[in-house]
């Protein structure tokens, strides 16, 4: 074979490997926000979380009007069983609040049927 072709048979052969961030771009159940203010644990810093959407029995113990009102106490009780890497309580309570509203804004998307995102991103 020649390199061109070789080069190709190796592209067919791997996978392209995909970034977390693009990946969850593409997956309307998870959605990346980059942290203006990142969260630092220890030696770490945490830049960005991934958040995906919540099942029902992730919901308990919180009510879905306050969570759809980014209702902070709501916030705190969800945003640690959805986020990668998993963030503490005390962690959501050090959040610069841009942050956590961008955080709620992402939650409360997931609690909307596809029929009502669809209106929302025709209106605009």
Do not use: W, Y
């Amino acid at each position: 074979m020649s390199k061109p072709e070789t080069d190709q048979a190796a592209q067919k052969a791997e996978p392209a490997a995909v970034a977390p961030e693009a990946e969850a771009a593409k997956n309307p159940n998870m959605e990346v926000v980059e942290l203006d203010t990142p969260i630092v644990r220890g030696e770490h810093s945490i830049d960005s979380l991934t958040l995906r959407k919540p099942m029902a029995g992730e919901l308990r113990g919180v009510s879905l009007i306050e969570l759809m009102q980014m209702d902070v106490l709501a916030l705190r009780k969800v945003l640690p069983r959805i986020t990668t890497p998993t963030i503490t309580d005390i962690e959501i309570g050090r959040m610069d609040p841009a942050d956590l509203v961008q955080c709620g804004v992402a939650v409360s998307g997931f609690l909307l049927q596809k029929s009502a995102k669809a209106e929302a991103s025709q209106g605009m």
